[in-house]
């Protein structure tokens, strides 16, 4: 996780315990390729909320940026993490893996301390 948009991220007000908690797990689950391919149901049972729960607050996720939905017909779906706020693997591709963000479009949401 990234200095300064850990800022961001604790400064914004949208972002909750629970949200904190689901991104920690998730964290956990990352492959070094940033994809998070698990069931929402096993996040469920591993943290002890409910499914809706959960798809609640990946959701939520997606809208302040943190995580993407890449593959939007997969079971389970597939997320990736922005590479803004959270990387996992070797630092010299940091670099290659942010470009490839940008030309696809996703970059963070930093509006938001309502």
Not at 9 to 15: E, I, N, Q, V, Y
Not at 22 to 38: E, G, K, R
Not at 67 to 96: C, M, S, W
């Amino acid at each position: 996780m990234f200095q300064g948009h850990l800022r961001v991220l604790a400064t914004d007000r949208r972002m909750t315990g629970s949200h904190w908690r689901v991104l920690a797990y998730l964290m956990s689950c990352a492959t070094f390729a940033q994809d998070l391919t698990i069931k929402q149901k096993d996040i469920s049972e591993a943290m002890g909320l409910a499914f809706q729960t959960i798809s609640r607050l990946l959701a939520e996720l997606v809208a302040i940026g943190i995580i993407a939905r890449v593959d939007t017909h997969a079971y389970p779906p597939t997320y990736r993490f922005n590479a803004r706020y959270i990387y996992k693997g070797r630092l010299e591709r940091l670099p290659q893996r942010r470009e490839h963000q940008r030309k696809e479009g996703s970059r963070p949401k930093e509006q938001a301390r309502a």
